[in-house]
């Protein structure tokens, strides 16, 4: 069982920048790949980044070079840091944890980025 919370969602105007965090907890020994998602309206919900527990990094198209991932396994956080945001990265954003013995979402935060 792992909890997971996210923080740092907000309005931003486009080409501002934010940083997301996750802190995870519990059964937080089961988790091996930490990641983002997003889901916008009416959307289905997509991969944004995702980090192994080695520091293997993977992001979408279209984030790359503008969306960073990091992890702090001593605090058992991770963290996505957002820059030259536009309009079209406005959603809810999900953190989520992968592992042997568990698939766990957080309960998302609003992104919101004006034009």
């Known amino acids: 069982q792992v909890q997971l919370v996210e923080s740092g969602g907000g309005l931003v105007q486009a080409g501002g920048s934010l940083r997301l965090s996750c802190a995870a907890s519990?059964?937080?020994?089961?988790?091996?790949?930490m990641g983002w998602y997003r889901q916008a309206p009416g959307q289905q919900r997509e991969l944004v980044a995702t980090?192994?527990?080695?520091?293997?990094?993977n992001y979408a198209y279209s984030v790359k070079g503008r969306f960073t991932i990091s992890r702090d396994n001593a605090k058992n956080t991770v963290y996505l840091q957002m820059n030259s945001l536009k309009p079209e990265d406005t959603a809810v954003y999900y953190c989520?944890?992968?592992?042997?013995?568990?698939?766990?979402w957080g309960q998302g935060t609003q992104v919101t980025v004006s034009s």
């Open positions: 989520a944890a992968e592992g042997p013995f568990i698939s766990s």
């Open positions: 519990g059964s937080i020994f089961s988790i091996n790949t």
């Open positions: 980090i192994t527990g080695r520091g293997s990094t």
